[in-house]
Structure formats: C-alpha cells, structure tokens
Nanobody, 123 residues
Framework: QLQASGGGLVEAGGSLRLSCAAS????????TAWFRQAPGKEREFVAA???????HYADSVKGRFTISRDNPRNTLYLQMNSLKPEDTAVYYC???????????????????WGQGTLVTVSS
C-alpha cells in the first residue's frame, strides 16, 4: 500500500514536499515514481528512482523538483521548488517491480499506486 501526502495550496515560486509512505513492500526493491494529472489531461510522468538508484526527471521539472527515497523509513519524497501554476495537479506515487528504462515513464507500467494528493499553485 502507498499513502501519498503533503499536497496543498502554494503561491507561484513557493515549495512543497510530497511524501509517499509504503507499507507491506520494501520500496528499494521497486522502481518508484511520481506522476501527476491536471484536470482534463492525461496522467504524466514527473520523476522516478529505479531499483538501481538512478534517477530520471521529466524535462518540465528538471532543476526544480528532486525525488528521493528514505529506505529505513520506506518512504518516497518529491521536493518541489520554484513551483509554477502549470504544476497544479493531483500527484500520485507509484511503484513497480518490473519497470525498465524504456517503460518507466508510462503510467501503465506501474502496478501499485497511492491515492493522490492535490497540489495547487496560485499565480
């Protein structure tokens, strides 16, 4: 089970940190990722940490967002800085044991999902 939290309302230029607590699974054994879905749009890839520890970001968030993983706490994080109104979305954490480099950016790859947490960035 994945439990996402940390969303909220923030002004443009502000910061938020999202958390995703895992239970029943050891997240270091999975590729773990953040996706987001804005109203009327498809779910899109934000960032991922592969089982090897390598990290990948969508171009739209590079340099502003940082994904990290605390293995003892079994928790995934997304630090979001310099937020923009276009970052407004419901953010979801996801995990999959079999994701590979060519597929980790696709929502359909992931078997396990958190419930989503809403991030609203005001202009």
């Amino acid at each position: 089970q994945l439990q996402a939290s940390g969303g909220g309302l923030v002004e443009a230029g502000g910061s938020l940190r999202l958390s995703c607590a895992a239970s029943g699974r050891t997240i270091s054994s999975y590729t773990t990722a953040w996706f987001r879905q804005a109203p009327g749009k498809e779910r899109e890839f934000v960032a991922a940490i592969r089982r090897t520890g390598t990290i990948h970001y969508a171009d739209s968030v590079k340099g502003r967002f940082t994904i990290s993983r605390d293995n003892p706490r079994n928790t995934l994080y997304l630090q979001m800085n310099s937020l923009k109104p276009e970052d407004t979305a419901v953010y979801y954490c996801a995990a999959d044991a079999g994701a590979i480099l060519s597929t980790m950016g696709r929502a359909s790859t992931y078997d396990y999902w958190g419930q989503g947490t809403l991030v609203t960035v005001s202009s």
